[in-house]
């Protein structure tokens, strides 16, 4: 089961993501991974949160412009080229990577990175044949 992933629009202005985050906060929403990346006049924020639908209510009360896409959530294996266990195998199957983030928490020892991807029925197929294990629901409890 694919993760849910929030993406907030905002004007790339200075305190607009402390402005975000401080909204999430106060209504106990809590980032479990998180991804900024700027433009000219714009900024995209990449969430995977505590409580997506909860999230997607307060950010929806607030005027904030957001969608919610499903993403995969998979644990880096613990050892030399455990990213490219994950990379490759995505790659030789043909299938982009949009973009990679990382969690602030861990289940384990493993970092688990959040994988925005062209196919992604395929990916979970891919990665898990590759035994790449996927952090699906638990993710939202980190």
Known sequence: MPVKQISVLLDNVPGNLSRLTNILDK???TAKALLAASAAELSTVRM?????ER???????????????PVLAAEVPLH?????AILKPISNADINIHYLYTTINRIGRET??????DKLDEAREVLLRNWIHLIEEEIYSL
């Open 27 to 29: 209504e106990d929403i």
């Open 48 to 52: 995977v949160v505590n409580d997506p």
């Open 55 to 69: 999230a997607a209510a307060v950010l929806e009360s607030f005027g904030f412009n957001y969608e919610i896409t």
């Open 80 to 84: 030399p080229g455990g990213m490219n």
């Open 112 to 117: 688990i990175v959040i994988l925005g991807v």
